[in-house]
C-alpha cells in the first residue's frame, strides 16, 4: 500500500498522461547553439544536376569542417537541385542543412556505398552472413551533429537494392539511409526521407539522439523497408513524423542473440508522441524481434495507426535471452488494421547454430491503454513461450470495431494479465479480476518514466 501511495504521489504531482504534460524524453529538448560557420557543398564543386557524382564534394567539405570542431563547429549547406552522391561520414559538431527543395540521391551504383564490418550485436550482416554494405549518411562516434532544413530531401533510389534482395543478387546486407553509431547528442529534424534500401534512420549505441518533424515513406511493396530503428540506444525521442513503410514504422532492437546477450547493451528510456505511422507487410509499432540486449522503460502516447498489417507487436523467440519491459502505450487511435496487438514467441530466424536454447526472453509489465479501434479484423494475438509466458500484460479503456471477416477477435496462450473496459472482450487468460494490480501497474510504468 505505501508503494501504491507513493506512485499515486509522483503521478499527481509530475505526469498527466491524457493530459498535456507528460514529461517523457521529448520534453527534454537537445539544445544547440547557432554554427558560427557555415559553406555550401558548391564550394567544393558540387553539381546539382542528378548526374554528376558528388561523393568527394561531400567528403571534403566535411574533412574542411572538421577543423572548426573546436570553434563552436560548422554547417553545411546543401542548396536547392539533386545532389547525387555514394556513401559519407558526418563529423562532430556539425550541421547537414538542407534548404527546400534540395534532395541529396544516393547512387544506384553499390560501389559508390562501400563495405563495412557488421555490428558486434549481431555478429553478421541481418540479411545474409558477413559484412555489410555503409549507410548513405553515417556518423561515427560522434558528438553535437545535426541533419536538419527547410524539408529537404534525401532520397536513397532503393528501387534497385528491393530489385537485387528480392532476386537473392546481394553478396552484403542491404545499406540504410542514416545511421549513427556509438554517437550522443544527435538530431533530425524537418526533412524528408525517401525510399532507403533498407532502414531509414538506424542509431545503433548511441545515446540522446531527437527525431521530429520528419516525412519518411517507401512503398508499400518495398521489401522489408523500416522507418526509424532506435537499437541498443539510450535517451531517445521520436515525435511529430508521419512514416509509411512496406514493412515496419519504428521498430525498437537490441542485438541478436548470443552476440546481443555479449554486447549487453538494452535500448531504455524512450518517448514516441504524435506520430502518424502506417506498415503494409510488418508492424506500425514493432519491438524485437532482435532484442537480446534487452528493451525498457518505452513511453508511446498520441499515436494514429493505419493501413496496417499489425498495429502494435512485440517479438522474440527461444535463444534470444534478454527482455521486453516496462512499456507504456496510451492514447493510440487504429484504422484499417488487421492485427491491433500481437505478442509472438516464437518470432524471427536466428544468426547462426551457436545461439543458447536455454536462453528464454522476458515479456512482462506491457500496458495498453486509451486505444481506439476502427475496422479491425483481429483484436489480439499474444503467443507466449511455454517455459517462459509472458506475464502482466495489462489492458484498459480499449474499444475495437471488429469487421465481419474475423473468426476469432483474440487469440491466446501462455500469457497472462489484466483487463478493465475492454471490447470485444479478452481471452481468459486476460482476464484476471484484479483490476487494481492493473491499475498498479499503471502507476508503476509511469513513475518509473518520471524518474528516468
Request: a negative charge; glycine letters at 8%.
Amino acid at each position: 500500500m505505501a508503494v501504491a501511495l507513493l506512485l499515486l504521489w509522483a503521478l499527481c504531482n509530475a505526469i498527466r498522461v491524457n493530459g498535456e504534460e507528460s514529461n517523457g524524453r521529448c520534453d527534454h529538448k537537445l539544445r544547440f547553439n547557432a554554427r558560427p560557420h557555415s559553406v555550401s557543398i558548391q564550394e567544393f564543386g558540387a553539381i546539382g544536376d542528378g548526374k554528376t557524382l558528388n561523393t568527394i564534394a561531400f567528403r571534403n567539405a566535411i574533412f574542411y569542417l572538421k577543423s572548426f570542431a573546436d570553434k563552436g563547429g560548422a554547417q553545411l549547406y546543401v542548396p536547392p537541385g539533386r545532389w547525387l552522391t555514394g556513401s559519407f561520414n558526418l563529423t562532430s559538431h556539425l550541421t547537414l542543412f538542407l534548404e527546400k527543395d534540395a534532395i541529396i540521391v544516393g547512387s544506384q551504383d553499390p560501389s559508390h556505398w562501400g563495405i563495412v564490418e557488421p555490428l558486434p550485436s549481431y555478429g553478421r550482416g541481418i540479411e545474409l552472413p558477413g559484412r555489410r554494405y555503409r549507410s548513405l549518411v553515417n556518423g561515427y562516434m560522434l558528438r553535437d551533429v545535426v541533419i536538419t532544413g527547410d524539408n529537404g530531401t534525401i532520397d536513397g533510389q532503393g528501387s534497385v537494392w528491393w530489385e537485387w534482395f528480392t532476386s537473392h543478387s546481394l553478396n552484403y546486407t542491404r545499406p540504410h539511409l542514416v545511421e549513427f553509431v556509438s554517437s550522443e547528442y544527435v538530431l533530425v529534424s524537418n526533412i524528408s526521407l525517401l525510399n532507403a534500401p533498407a532502414y531509414n534512420i538506424h542509431p545503433v549505441y548511441c545515446s540522446n539522439v531527437h527525431i521530429h518533424n520528419i516525412s519518411v515513406y517507401a512503398p508499400p511493396e518495398s521489401p522489408y523497408t523500416v522507418g526509424i530503428v532506435p537499437d541498443s540506444s539510450d535517451n531517445i525521442c521520436i515525435e511529430d513524423c508521419n512514416i509509411s513503410m512496406g514493412h515496419d514504422a519504428i521498430a525498437f532492437k537490441s542485438g541478436w542473440d548470443e552476440y546481443g546477450i555479449a554486447y549487453g547493451r538494452p535500448t531504455t528510456i524512450a518517448h514516441v508522441r504524435r506520430v502518424d505511422l502506417r506498415s503494409s507487410t510488418g508492424s506500425s509499432l514493432a519491438f524485437g524481434s532482435e532484442m537480446s540486449g534487452g528493451i525498457s522503460d518505452i513511453l508511446v502516447e498520441e499515436i494514429h495507426l493505419y493501413d496496417s498489417l499489425t498495429g502494435i507487436e512485440f517479438r522474440t523467440t527461444i535463444g534470444r535471452g534478454g527482455y521486453i519491459k516496462e512499456i507504456m502505450i496510451s492514447d493510440v487511435d487504429l484504422l484499417n488494421v488487421n492485427t491491433s496487438f500481437a505478442a509472438i514467441g516464437d518470432y524471427g530466424s536466428h544468426p547462426d547454430d551457436k545461439f543458447d536454447p536455454d536462453a528464454f526472453p522476458v515479456l512482462e509489465k506491457i500496458t495498453l491503454q486509451n486505444i481506439i479501434g476502427t475496422n479491425i479484423t483481429i483484436a489480439g494475438n499474444f503467443k507466449g513461450i511455454e517455459e517462459s509466458p509472458f506475464t502482466f500484460i495489462c489492458l484498459s479503456n480499449i474499444s475495437l470495431s471488429i469487421n465481419s471477416t474475423s473468426l476469432s477477435a483474440w487469440q491466446c496462450s501462455y500469457v497472462s494479465g489484466f483487463s478493465e473496459s475492454v471490447f470485444p472482450e479478452p481471452c481468459p487468460e486476460l482476464m484476471n479480476s484484479s483490476t487494481s494490480s492493473c491499475g498498479i501497474l499503471m502507476l508503476e510504468l509511469q513513475f518509473y518514466n518520471i524518474i528516468l
